[in-house]
């Protein structure tokens, strides 16, 4: 059964940073590449990052480009976002799904982690 576990968020100011992590299990980790979605409040859920089975391929959406970057660790079935230069815009729940294809994922939801960015 696959399972992800998210953890890291919280409330930063503008301007700070914040670092999101992903515990899998239940499927093979590294075999897989891995996806970082985000659902504000009133809006639909929508990509934000994703990254190739061995990390080698990435790709972000055009609101995080230059301040998110995803990465893995395949020996510790974790995936990572870090968040730098945290905007007003970028409050939500963060969720992370391995991916069947890479515009496809499969498994189960989790319960997210809430990243609220407030002065």
């Known amino acids: 059964q696959v399972q992800v576990v998210e953890s890291g968020g919280g409330l930063v100011q503008p301007g700070g940073s914040l670092r999101l992590s992903c515990a899998t299990s239940?499927?093979?980790?590294?075999?897989?590449?891995m996806s970082w979605y985000r659902q504000a409040p009133g809006k639909e859920r929508e990509l934000v990052a994703r990254?190739?089975?061995?990390?080698?391929?990435?790709n972000y959406a055009d609101s995080v480009k230059g301040r998110f970057t995803i990465s893995r660790d395949n020996a510790k079935n974790t995936v990572f976002l870090q968040m730098n230069s945290l905007k007003f815009e970028d409050t939500a729940v963060y969720y992370c799904?391995?991916?069947?294809?890479?515009?496809?994922?499969?498994?189960?939801w989790g319960q997210g982690t809430q990243v609220t960015v407030s002065s």
């Open positions: 990254i190739s089975n061995l990390g080698g391929n990435t």
């Open positions: 799904m391995p991916l069947a294809t890479w515009d496809r994922v499969f498994g189960s």
């Open positions: 239940g499927f093979t980790f590294s075999s897989k590449g």
